[in-house]
């Protein structure tokens, strides 16, 4: 079956988020406040205890598995958004798997309560820090931004650049000055580094996570992520893989 690669990568991502039952446009309110690493409003926001949280849909008869499971989403989430904001795919993701490891040994729900502000606290005070470490202008913050959305396509300079509104020459110089990196490495570590979670978290064989995150050819994609993490995509998995969530 030939699967689209942009249908394929969005699949991906869904597998990952879930569904969030919640209200809308309060969540991503909140989420938002986190990526932006505003203290201050997530401290006000995580006061209703989580337990009591309106709008959690039944995932489980049992109320603890129930939470459990809706906890494992918000850490997804805080994944996601903190990923759009900045942070390394790799911290993000071993964090959210840190705290759903920590919710998976709690015997109770108000435990669970508990752990649900710690962490997104947690993020967001990484995401404030990273801000105010890596303070970038609008045009990069737009490239970022789409590079995130696009790791599925052929991202080019030229394309940044007109999705930036500068020129490409100006473009590489800003990025470069900013991150410290050029835009074509840039793009290439962020690859891998999805293709390091995909390896970790999903079952689709490696020449399919090849194609989905547009690489030219199966052995280019092998060489670059020996280059990046000094093993091939098949030793990677058979020392990383394991199924995320709760049983």
Known sequence: MNIPQELLYQ???????????????????????????????VKELCHESFQEKKGLGVLS????????????????MLARYCIEGGMEVTEAYDLSDYYIHKADLMKSKKEISALHPQMCLDYTTRMEKLHRNHAC???VAQCLEYIYDHLHNRITVPTLAAHAGISPGYLSHLFAKEMGISVSSYIQNKKIETAQNMLCHSDYAISVISTTLAFPSQSYFTSVFREKT???PMQYRAEHFRTSGIE
């Not at 699949?11 to 039952?21: A, I, S």
């Not at 446009?25 to 989420?31: L, S, T």
């Open 11 to 41: 699949q991906y991502v869904r597998r990952e988020l879930e569904t969030y039952r919640a209200p809308y446009d309060p969540e991503a309110e909140f989420y938002s406040y986190v990526r932006q690493g505003n203290t201050e409003k």
């Open 61 to 76: 008869d049992s109320p603890l598995q129930n939470l459990k499971y809706h906890f494992t989403i918000t850490a997804a």
């Open 137 to 139: 202008s609008r045009p």
């Open 230 to 232: 000094g093993k091939t």
